[in-house]
Every structure is written in structure tokens, then in C-alpha cells.
């Protein structure tokens, strides 16, 4: 019944708008109103445009020296209905290259979640690890933060590391974080990259990778200097120390990660960013339109939830800037889209002055400039993990680009309904180790 109402909700915002874009063309204000739209998109379109460039222009810094594996790590892994992919992140993370006595990983799994438990025993004990261990979560354990916070408690080390239950870290990726922590002591935390690899598993794969490539490579290191670092969901390094000044993860918001991230930057807390691709850990994208449309709902009504809890207005002016900037991309997403595909009727069917149809399409060049960036995206990443793909899905990357818009749209639309009804249930995202089957068939 609930989740009947949240697409029930999300249709009659769809309406609305449809209603609203066959009135508006006849209506007086339609100037105006197309003036004050384009005036945002010029703004997300450049900053977009922007952050997305950043890494060709931007030079990583120099190679850090390898240092003394010194700091200890305690790795937290949230599972839930994860059977099937659990068992090879417990193998990965048994054969991390570094002491085994510098690191702990606690698998928290819902007390009630039997297979999942099942497939992280038989791992553990297949890997002869004695450094790894399940954590049974009874309670209101429904949601990521909820485990987080039981696992701070448990925590022995002095650094949380934080993995999902699919997740593929690279074997050196300890030391990597050791040697940065070393070299940079003032960042209390640290962000490593993750990239989504089964670029040939859908129609819509390679355009969630190419996101996911440019928000790593380039869009964080370009907010990391104006000061803002919305963390990723995964592969984030803290100290255990900076809890006792946060507080803990904020277990009624969907996006725990950008939240800690945001109140990181309020305390001022230097976040690092480790820019080194080949150490990326390795994810899937969703399998199918309607797990796209669930996990992109879920990080829309965090960043939602993050406005209204109004954290960020302790920023700077210009930090505040960006914030916002980031945390309202599921609205600018709307707008782009609704540009793209109904700007042309309404230059046609509207009566509005030619130089206002003009203005109104130079957005547009973001959007080719970004498709072209799109497909160099596509080819570093390939390139970078050593996977076949064929001229034809550049193609097809390309001629997916608005449906996979509309897909983004849907889904905030959920968000906005869920929102509305109050509902802040975990909508979780089924995972099928499509990234793995991809890499056995290279490495074969």
C-alpha cells in the first residue's frame, strides 16, 4: 500500500506538470518564466560543465612515497539480502595487502537476514581469516546509518573504513590510505574512488558508470577546493576521533555519506582525496529501469533531507554556494530535461520574442559539450579497466542519454512523493555481481 502511494504521489506530480506545460505557452508571464529557467540552467550548465572538465586541466598531485603500514583500520560492511555477492567482498577484503592484525572488518547483518549470514560464515571460514567477523543487528536495523552507528560502538581501530556488500576494493587499498594519512595529517578523512565497471551489462550501464567516473575523477577534487566534499556511500576513511565532534550518522537521512560530508565541511574538517583511478574500488550499476529509478529516488530525498536539516547554513558564502549547488541537482535535473524536450514546442507554440528563443537554447551547448565529454568518459574507462566495448555502444550511449534522463526524473518525482507522505523507508538496491562475471571474463 505505501510503496502504491509513492508512485501514486510521483504520477500526479508527472500530471501537474504535463498540465502545466500545455497551459503555460498561452499564458502572458511565458517570457518571463522562460528567462528565469534558462538564467538556472546557464548557471548548472557551466558549473556542470565545469567540474566535469576539471580533471583534464587539473594535475593529482605527486605520487605519494610508500610509508610504514602504521594505522589500523576497522572496515564496516552493511549487508541486507546480499547472498549472493557477500561472500566474494569477504574473500577480496581477507586478501587486503596489509597485516592482518592493522585491520578488522565487521559484516553487519540483520539478526533475521539468514541467508546473508549463511553466505558470510562459509566465506569467513573458507578464508581461514580471523580478522573478519558477521555482526547480528537486531532492532530497527532498516536502513545503512542504523548499522553504522552499532558498528561505531563495536569498532576497535583507529580509522572506519566503509564498503558496501558488493563491493570490489582494490588489494592495496589500506596501505594507499595509510601512505595518505601519513603524508597529509591534517585530513581526518579520506575519499578513494569507485568506479562502476559492467559498462555492457544494460542500455543505460554505461551512461551510470560515466557519472560515476566524472564525479570521481573530476568533480569531487574540483569541490575539494571550494572546501565542500559530499562523500561517496563507500570507500570513505575517518578517523574514529571525529564522531566524538559530529555525533553519529543520522539515522532518518537516505544519504548518510553526503550528510557526513556536509557537516565535515561545517566543523571544517579537512577531507582528503586520493585521485590514483588504478586503486578504484569496483561496483556494478543497478540491474534493471526500476532499480535505477529506487536508488536514485533514495539519494534525491537525502539530498532533500539535507536542505531541510539546514546543517549547511553554518557554511561560508561560498561554500553554502556549492552546496547547494549540489544538493539541488535533482531539481536542475528536472528543469534540463524538461528543457530538453519541451523547449522546442515552446518556441513554436508560444508567442514570445525571438531573442528569448534564442537565450533560451544556449543551455543546450553545456548539454553537447557534456555529451562529448560523455564519450571520452566512456573510452578512459574502458581503457582504464581493460574492458571490450564496441563502436556501436558509443552509439548507443548517446541515443540513451534522454531516456535515461526521464529514468532521473522519475525518480525524483518518487523522491518528492515520498517526501510529501513522510515515508523515509531504505530502498534498496539488488545487486547481481555483474561487475565480477565482467572481470572473470577478461581475466580468463
Partial sequence: MRQTLQYLTGSLFAIAILLFIFVVPSHTSLPIFILFITLFLLIQGYLATRSMLFGFNHRPAASIPPHAATRSFTLI????????????????LSALEYPRDLYEVLVMIRADDFATIAAASRAISDSGADNIKVVQVDGDANNKSYSLNIALHVAKHEIIGI??????????ILQRVND????????????????????????????????????????????????????????????????????????????????????????????????????????????????????RARWDQGFFQIIEK????????????????????????????LNMVFAPLLAVYGTIPFWIVFVSFIPGYFLILQLGLYLLGLSALAKQHQINISPWRYVTTLLAFIPYQALLTLATLRAMGKMIIGDNSWDKTDHSNSHRKGLAILNS
Fill in 163 to 172: 564498503f558496501d556488500a558488493e563491493d570490489e576494493p582494490h588489494q592495496t
Fill in 77 to 92: 560492511v552493511p549487508a541486507r539480502d546480499e547472498s549472493e555477492v557477500i561472500g566474494h567482498t569477504i574473500n577480496t
Fill in 310 to 337: 539546514s546543517d549547511w547554513t553554518g557554511l561560508s558564502k561560498n561554500q553554502k554556494f556549492y552546496a547547494l549547488y549540489i544538493l539541488t541537482q535533482p531539481i536542475f535535473r528536472h528543469l534540463s530535461f
Fill in 180 to 295: 595518505f594519512m601519513l603524508a597529509h595529517p591534517d585530513s581526518l578523512a579520506v575519499q578513494a574512488p569507485v568506479h562502476l565497471v559492467n559498462l555492457n551489462s544494460s542500455w543505460f550501464s554505461s551512461l551510470s558508470a560515466i557519472e560515476y567516473y566524472y564525479w570521481f575523477t573530476s568533480s569531487l577534487p574540483f569541490f575539494a577546493t571550494k572546501n565542500i566534499v559530499p562523500l561517496g556511500g563507500n570507500t570513505i576513511f575517518t578517523k574514529k576521533e571525529i564522531y566524538q565532534k559530529l555525533g553519529i550518522y543520522d539515522e532518518s537521512c537516505l544519504t548518510e555519506d553526503a550528510d557526513l560530508g556536509i557537516r565535515l565541511a561545517v566543523q571544517n574538517i579537512k577531507v582528503g582525496i586520493i585521485e590514483d583511478l588504478s586503486i578504484a574500488t569496483l561496483e556494478e550499476s543497478p540491474t534493471n529501469e526500476l532499480e535505477v529509478i529506487r536508488q
